[in-house]
């Protein structure tokens, strides 16, 4: 039996989790592809947003939206106090301390690179060392390569092993006088591993050395509370929590924001302007130049109160039975592996089919209305560990059924009959 089989939380049980009723709120489920239903299977690369998120889209677009911060008109007015709501809303699902610990970026990428911009240019200098994992997705690689490049600092890499689990003891012998940052992944987008990051956070703390976690793939499924994790910095994007794109959050502790240098110039992130000088203005507007993502950040909100009404722990649990249904059911066929086998899994099934190609997989699934994800996932160290050059990867939302664990699995069937 695969290892990824395990229970996460017994006192909360996903048998009155009713999917059914859940995906009536959501349209796009109703599609048919080619005549066959849609079985979307690649939420970790974007989930799909119900009713109640693209109807707070549309109640701002049409009775609310104006640029904010910059007039007293009565549209203006709200449009700022809603995004201000909308930055609270975040507050309280993370858990900060405080409203202004919360920017609003792009997204995951963007606060990842306000990050390196802010505090890596400022505070790294050249011999320190960066400590990353080989789990992390290109997002929190790339950034820091160009900043050690830049500065002339050593990126060091927590190894993995064949279940796709960090090497924690591998990760405490990295440390040294020359450490400097570490950033983390606290849930791998290829395999579903969760990392233990708290205790990982503390024992970069012990070290005084300030923790980046990559929440893209975790604050769907788990719940996050940054003062109980006491990370330094954690970042995601609405889309994967059923919200619109162009919109993500960075946490960060107040102290530490105060003490970086801005990302990005222009207007709203400013104290004054003159020639010869520019004040900048407080947390969080001083990372937020430009006109930001207002309409997105307003969805965003809408978006976590609609998980927070179901609740994070009862997502996971059902996501986890469905993440153990569909182990056993790809564990029964011939010639499929399954990569990435960790004891503790969010929903994320990435595998191989013995003789054919990713890319096949997933063109020949299409055609029975199935999407999954082919490729590297944006994580071409973990592949490179795994020695494949892509994988398949399924990977469910609370609103997935077990009949559509069936369609991949027929699917999957399908496809081998295709090509072998
Ligand atoms: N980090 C992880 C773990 C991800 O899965 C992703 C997206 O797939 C990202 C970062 C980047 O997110 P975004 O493209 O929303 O910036």
Same mark, same amino acid.
């Given at each position: 039996m695969n290892s990824a089989i395990v229970s996460l939380k017994p006192e909360i049980s996903a048998d009155d989790f009713d999917a059914e009723k859940i995906r009536a709120d959501f349209p796009i489920l109703k599609l048919k592809i080619d005549g066959k239903p849609l079985v979307y299977l690649d939420n970790a690369a974007s989930s799909q947003m119900p009713q109640q998120v693209i109807d707070r889209l549309v109640r701002y677009q049409t009775t609310q939206h104006a640029n904010i911060n910059r007039a007293v008109h009565y549209l203006s007015e709200v449009a700022t106090m809603e995004y201000h709501n909308a930055r609270c809303k975040l507050q309280q699902f993370v858990n900060a301390r405080e409203d202004r610990e919360i920017i609003f970026t792009s997204g995951t990428t963007d606060s990842i690179n306000l990050v390196m911009h802010g505090y890596g240019r400022k505070f790294i200098k050249a011999g320190d060392e960066i400590i990353l994992t080989t789990l992390e997705h290109h997002s929190n690689i790339v950034p820091w390569q160009m900043l050690a490049n830049e500065k002339g600092a050593k990126i060091r890499v927590v190894p993995i092993n064949d279940k796709g689990d960090l090497e924690v003891d591998e990760y405490e012998k990295l440390f040294n006088e020359?450490? !400097?940052?570490?950033?983390?992944?606290?849930?791998?987008?290829?395999?579903?591993?969760?990392?233990?990051? !708290?205790?990982?956070?503390?024992?970069?703390?012990?070290?005084?050395?300030?923790?980046?976690?990559?929440?893209?793939?975790?604050?769907?499924?788990?719940?996050?509370?940054?003062?109980?994790?006491?990370?330094?910095?954690?970042?995601?994007?609405?889309? !994967?929590?059923?919200?619109?794109?162009?919109?993500?959050?960075?946490?960060?502790?107040?102290?530490?924001?105060?003490?970086?240098?801005?990302?990005?110039?222009?207007?709203?992130?400013?104290?004054?302007?003159?020639?010869?000088?520019?004040?900048?203005?407080?947390?969080?507007?001083?990372?937020?130049?430009?006109?930001?993502?207002?309409?997105?950040?307003?969805?965003?909100?809408?978006?976590?109160?609609?998980?927070?009404?179901?609740?994070?722990?009862?997502?996971?649990?059902?996501?986890?039975?469905?993440?153990?249904?569909?182990?056993?059911?790809?564990?029964?066929?011939?010639?499929? !592996?399954?990569?990435? +086998?960790?004891?503790?899994? +969010?929903?994320?099934?990435?595998?191989?089919?013995?003789?054919?190609?990713?890319?096949?997989?997933?063109?020949?699934?299409?055609?029975?209305?199935?999407?999954?994800?082919?490729?590297?996932?944006?994580?071409?160290?973990?592949?490179?560990?795994?020695?494949?050059?892509?994988?398949?990867?399924?990977?469910?939302?609370?609103?997935?059924?077990? +009949?559509?664990?069936?369609?991949?699995?027929?699917?999957?069937?399908?496809v081998q009959k295709v090509f072998l």
């Open positions: 020359r450490t !400097k940052f570490v950033g983390l992944i606290h849930v791998s987008n290829a395999l579903g591993t969760i990392n233990p990051i !708290k205790h990982m956070i503390d024992f970069a703390h012990q070290h005084g050395i300030p923790v980046l976690i990559d929440g893209a793939q975790a604050a769907q499924h788990i719940i996050i509370d940054v003062q109980a994790l006491d990370c330094d910095f954690y970042a995601f994007s609405a889309h !994967k929590l059923c919200g619109p794109t162009g919109v993500g959050i960075l946490y960060g502790k107040a102290a530490l924001l105060e003490s970086m240098q801005p990302f990005k110039g222009g207007g709203d992130m400013i104290a004054s302007v003159t020639f010869e000088e520019t004040l900048y203005n407080t947390i969080p507007h001083k990372f937020e130049a430009g006109t930001p993502p207002i309409a997105a950040a307003i969805g965003f909100g809408a978006a976590v109160d609609y998980l927070a009404a179901i609740g994070i722990e009862r997502i996971a649990a059902y996501e986890l039975s469905l993440l153990n249904y569909a182990t056993e059911r790809l564990n029964d066929i011939p010639g499929v !592996k399954i990569i990435g +086998t960790a004891a503790e899994k +969010t929903a994320v099934i990435s595998f191989t089919i013995d003789g054919i190609h990713p890319h096949d997989i997933g063109t020949i699934l299409n055609q029975d209305g199935i999407a999954v994800r082919t490729g590297h996932h944006c994580a071409q160290p973990v592949m490179q560990h795994f020695n494949v050059p892509a994988t398949s990867r399924a990977s469910f939302a609370f609103y997935n059924k077990k +009949t559509e664990v069936d369609a991949l699995v027929a699917g999957i069937k399908n």
